[in-house]
T-cell receptor, first 113, second 115 residues
Framework: GESVGLHLPTLSVQEGDNSIINCAYS??????FIWYKQESGKGPQFIID?????DKRQGQRVTVLLNKTVKHLSLQIAATQPGDSAVYFC????????????FGQGTTLQVKP | NAGVTQTPKFQVLKTGQSMTLQCAQD?????MYWYRQDPGMGLRLIYY???????DKGEVPNGYNVSRLNKREFSLRLESAAPSQTSVYFC??????????????FGPGTRLLVL
């Protein structure tokens, strides 16, 4: 069945270091992928997305990499700050074009000062 | 521009009681979604509405009903609440353009406790 998973439940990094959060997906038909950040007590907040016709996309301090060969997605955060501490979710659209997203379980990023 | 708003923020129910969770968006999006999030879990889709006048089941629809009242509003109803429905509920909206997926934007959530 369709599933989106994350390799590590918790990632701890030092402030100023770069963070890499990984995600594996199983549906080859997925053509849209998105990363969300969720702070405690809040709703998921859009970070960055990527379509399957791209393998890299950059935003402000964030980069998403897509490797369709091994069905792998990663989120890189440069110069991680305490405000980056949150749970990060990846999601894919599966095989439908109805706007539905399939979410992974999330990775908690802890930034040590 | 408030984005996606949800009411109430918190609710405590007794088993068997009913309630409606409200959601509204002011981004003129066509599609709206209801998710639930359980502790340490990702988001699971309950129902969605791809466009005004249509609703469809998601991954976990049992025990819920929805109404797409108009383009802005999408409500979720629990007819007879059960403790298993204790969760945080999120509403989201997006705009499918030319059949292509667009970003979903989320509301702040409703925290529901069923005793």
């Amino acid at each position: 069945g369709e599933s989106v998973g994350l390799h590590l439940p918790t990632l701890s990094v030092q402030e100023g270091d770069n963070s890499i959060i990984n995600c594996a997906y199983s549906n080859s038909a997925s053509d849209y992928f998105i990363w969300y950040k969720q702070e405690s007590g809040k709703g998921p907040q859009f970070i960055i997305d990527i379509r399957s016709n791209m393998d890299k996309r950059q935003g402000q301090r964030v980069t998403v990499l897509l490797n369709k060969t091994v069905k792998h997605l990663s989120l890189q955060i440069a110069a991680t700050q305490p405000g980056d501490s949150a749970v990060y979710f990846c999601a894919e659209n599966g095989s439908s074009n109805t706007g539905k997203l399939i979410f992974g379980q999330g990775t908690t990023l802890q930034v040590k000062p | 521009n408030a984005g996606v708003t949800q009411t109430p923020k918190f609710q405590v129910l007794k088993t068997g009681q009913s309630m409606t969770l409200q959601c509204a968006q002011d981004m003129n999006h066509n599609s709206m979604y209801w998710y639930r999030q359980d502790p340490g879990m990702g988001l699971r889709l309950i129902y969605y509405s791809a466009s005004e006048g249509t609703t469809d089941k998601g991954e976990v629809p049992n025990g819920y009903n929805v109404s797409r009242l108009n383009k802005r509003e999408f409500s979720l109803r629990l007819e007879s609440a059960a403790p298993s429905q204790t969760s945080v509920y999120f509403c989201a909206s997006s705009d499918l353009l030319r059949g292509a997926q667009e970003t979903q934007y989320f509301g702040p959530g409703t925290r529901l406790l069923v005793l």
